[in-house]
């Protein structure tokens, strides 16, 4: 993070875009810190997408394919006949302004394309030129124009800043989804090659070894075994997962962030814990190597990458014949999983309805997908009073909890997380009502964003949830950044260390773990990240 | 210069009647096919549109979910901002038509250097659109009189309401001017209050189109001709009533008497009427359409079928063991094949696909 400026500097943001020139008149310039690497051949390959080659986005040529015009108009003629919304959202904007500052790029940004509305209007202004009358006719009087080499760069340039969050179409009076927009945008750039490394890689990774970050089976067992080994030290007790077990009665997917960089690993550490607990209660649970990634860069890619990927939950579910899914911590896999994952490849008939093994609990919410949120899991055990819980051993941290936007506005799973960390922390406060729930900010590396090159745009994006975070941390004390997403895991620390110091980010089932009581276990003196638990700072000097 | 377009356009707009009716009296155009051939390429426009909207699918179930979701029986669930059926469409869809809700939300981003970032409250585009559209639904109605006869019991109760300035609260009744309407009024001030904050706030001028400009010029234009012939050049409303009679009962008459500003007023209607299928206004259409806001969040328990549907590649289980088979038994995990003699196949897995790792983070 070197050359990112200093938080003071990058604090210093213009909102007011330029007086005279048009929009139109701006030619992009793609920066350094913004922009990510372009994907490499050999993912592209791997997969088969079109155009594979080395290129960069920083060079003039882009290396497009000849009729590359052809394409991404003919590309578009599609996507308006397969998609309601996209026509929709083409048409019916009226740039009332109501999602202009509602974007934490444009907040924390300035850019004036960053806009939700002008970053629709970025594709709108081509279909426009295509598909309207006036368009044809007024051409820049309609807001039309024609697509040249320096728009399609503007194009990538800005779909590639949005993380989807879904924040501006809360807003809009029309229901206007920037997300489905840049979701299509980027179907359409790569039907041309230009998808960006972070999002090609994993999509390529994930394919061949079913999670994004390329573990492979041996690797994926070790690694959690290595939990399993923490987890005695800290507690005495020796969990037993096991793995790829045909018969299971429930299959565990979870994000691959989760077994493979801290903090997720410490969330991991709590589903290891908690499924271990529950061994006795009757819970017959299996990890899979196979599935081993709840998340879906393909999502980010296209919808038909989106497909191809999730089918490997339930292919997995069926050929180990468990009953029904338990799903990890995550944000937008649970968007896909609540809103596209049963359309895309059920009906799951091969799999019954959900039940919890241990309350008897009817998951009648995941009827038809058969997939349940761990979180929805555990917060149902505690309220039938199924786990013996210590919440003092949290009372070294005061939690906030941050709504994941897709989570939060793509299945309004607001009050559960809450009430997890309710039971297991005594100290927590909200943030300001209009950054949380439903009105959350994005962690601002959503959408495959998480990469190490535009480190400036993520602290950018994330400054309105960095803003409302050092709130509450000035007015309570606030030192711990609770979330359900491995995303958010991931960036929140870098972007905590830039904009507050002094706050921590875990996940809730960490939280959970380092509260849950397992049948005999030795005297805690730490949590599970190692640190002297409330009370016993002494004795760890001793 | 988009500001300066639809200026012109507009003036453009107002004198052609002016000198169509004025000088060159063609009152038949004016009156009678111009109006004909705007309400058909409304009609036609409309049914384009909504029939081109309704051609394509939708293929994903996806509302943005506003609210907490259908779960527990002891969590409450939002069921209008997060509808789990019909019923909650239903009614999220009537908040969002009648009431504006999802503008209602609307913030204000307060920056101050710091940097200190705050959301302050902020109604008045949220009150302007509201009483903007609702004025003009009044509107509308009262001059329903002029199309219908006998009128309705309720376009007399809406005059009653909306003059109720009449009863003495302005004196201009006395001058010889007939009761002021409320939602005239209230028009003119949305309308302006809509035009100065495009002008106004740095960022809405920026994005503003003519397309922005026009319609909202237009309007003004309707709203002021309409003004004026009611409070200043009166016309003579029984021949006005005459010709719209005319017009609604395909007898179309265009009588004399009728002064030059009831022309440019019914023309600038005309134009409105005319160009609402191929601009923005569709959105009064549209929103009724919108995959985000008309589809309940019920895709978790009910099946949502996508009708173009189509099987992709994928990487199989079967090709994933084939690949990493030795080192899953090595690792002691089960595989659905064992291989005959293990050892000579140990190192043959080579890697085959990405050699980078994603992990950078």
Redesign the interface.
Known sequence: MSDVPKPEEL???D?????LK??MDMPVEIKQGIACYGG?P??LE?V?LPNPREWSPFDEDWKLPENWKEIFLEGLRER??????????M????????C???CHFF?GGGD?KN?P??RA?LLRSIYRREY???GKI?GR???AREITVDVLKELWYYFFQCTEC?RC?????????TA?ITILGRELLNLLGLNID?IS??V??C????N???I???AY??MIEFFVDDIEEITGVRVEPS????GAEILFITPS?DV??DPGTYTCMGYLMLFHYLQDLGLDITWS??ASEGGNFGYFTS??MA??LN??MY??AK?LGVKWILGGECGHMWRV????M???N??ADFLEEPVSPITG?KF??????K?VHIV?FT??LI?HNKLKLDPSRNDNIVVTFHDSCNP?????????PR?VIKSVCNHFYEM?E??IR??TFCCGSGAGL???EDMELRMRGG??RA?AVKHVHEKHGVNMLACICAIDR??FPPLMDYWVPGVNVTGVHELVGNALILDGEQERTTNLRGEPLPGMEEEEDV | ??LL?SVVAVVILVLIPWVGVGALDLRLLFGVIVPYAAILTFFVGIIM?VV???????????P?????????P?????PV??PRNTRGVVLRMAF?ILL?R??F?????E?R?????T?EWEKW?WLA?LVFHYSFLVIFLRHLRFFLDPIPGFVHLLESLDGFLQMGVVPLSGLGVPGVYLTDMLLLLAVTYLFL?RIY????????????YFPLFLILALGLTGILMRYFLRVDLTAVKELAMGLVTFRPKTPEGIGVIFYIHFFMLCVLIAYFP???L??MA??F?????NLS?N????????P??YP??????EE??E??RD??I?????VEKMPETPEEEADSAEE??????????
């Open positions: 604090a210093r943001i909102h007011r875009p330029p007086e048009g929009w490499k050999q993912n791997y088969g308006l006949e397969r998609f309601r919304s996209l026509k929709v959202f048409d019916i904007c009226v740039r009332c302004g109501a202009a500052d509602k907040i004036p806009m509305v002008l209007e309207t009358t006036a007024l009087l309609a807001g879904r179409s809360l807003f809009c009076p029309y229901g206007i989804d489905e972070w890689a994993p390529a990774n394919y061949r070894t079913g994004h970050l390329g492979q089976p041996h067992k070790d793995f790829n077990r045909k962030g493979f960089a190597t196979f919808h038909e497909k191809r089918a490997k292919a997995e050929r999983i609540n809103q596209y049963d359309t895309f059920g009906p609990t009648e919410n995941a009827k038809s997908t997939m929805e917060a149902d309220k939060a506005r793509g299945m309004g799973f607001l009050e559960e009430y300001p209009n950054t439903e009105q998480n990469a190490g400054l309105p803003n991931a960036v | 210069m988009s377009f549109r081109g909207w309704a051609r394509s699918p939708v293929p994903f179930r996806i943005t979910t506003a609210g907490q979701q259908w779960s527990f002891w969590i409450k669930s939002n901002d997060n969002e504006f999802s503008l939300r609307n913030t204000r981003l920056f250097q710091g940097p200190k970032i959301y585009l659109a904050r706030i740095p960022q809405m001028r920026f994005i503003s189109l003519s397309a922005d191929f601009s923005k569709v959105h549209g929103i359409l919108s995959p985000t806001r969040n895709s978790r328990f009910v099946r949502h079928v996508n173009w549907n992709v590649e994928v990487h199989t289980y994933y063991e690949e990493f080192k899953m090595e690792a002691g995990l089960p085959a696909g990405p050699k980078e790792e994603a992990a950078k983070e």
